[in-house]
């Protein structure tokens, strides 16, 4: 089975390196190794759970393709068990994930944490 790094950045705590097997969300991979995330619907129609993504990892299978340095593609980052309604296009596009409903697909960085869920601002469905 496949897993993916994924790095939790507070700017109000610690940074928390997770692993996130391929069949499971980032919130389901963070409570499994005992890190603390915010959440509420678990469906992704709310936006307790956001996190922006800040960086997409060059790991060892790209080392191995001669790849070392990614541009950073929220839309090839993430896929969504369902689609992440309580985010907007430009939101999603911004890096924004609701991690919840959301598997990596790269090792990654995430902020997370209050400032992240305020800038995204209310759900749409509140």
Do not use: H, N
């Not at 990614?70 to 309604?85: E, G, I, V």
């Not at 309580?86 to 995430?110: K, M, W």
């Amino acid at each position: 089975m496949t897993d993916y790094d994924v790095t939790l950045e507070r700017t109000d705590g610690p940074t928390r390196t997770i692993a996130v097997d391929e069949d499971e969300t980032v919130l389901e991979a963070a409570q499994r190794a005992g890190v603390r995330l915010p959440y509420d619907c678990r469906k992704g129609t709310c936006i307790t759970c956001v996190g922006r993504l800040t960086a997409i990892e060059a790991g060892e299978r790209d080392a191995e393709e001669g790849e070392t340095d990614r541009p950073l593609d929220p839309a090839d980052a993430f896929t969504y068990r369902r689609s992440p309604a309580a985010l907007t296009e430009p939101e999603r596009a911004d890096g924004y994930v609701l991690l919840c409903i959301a598997s990596p697909r790269v090792d990654c960085r995430l902020e997370v944490g209050p400032r992240v869920r305020a800038e995204v601002g209310d759900s749409p469905w509140a």
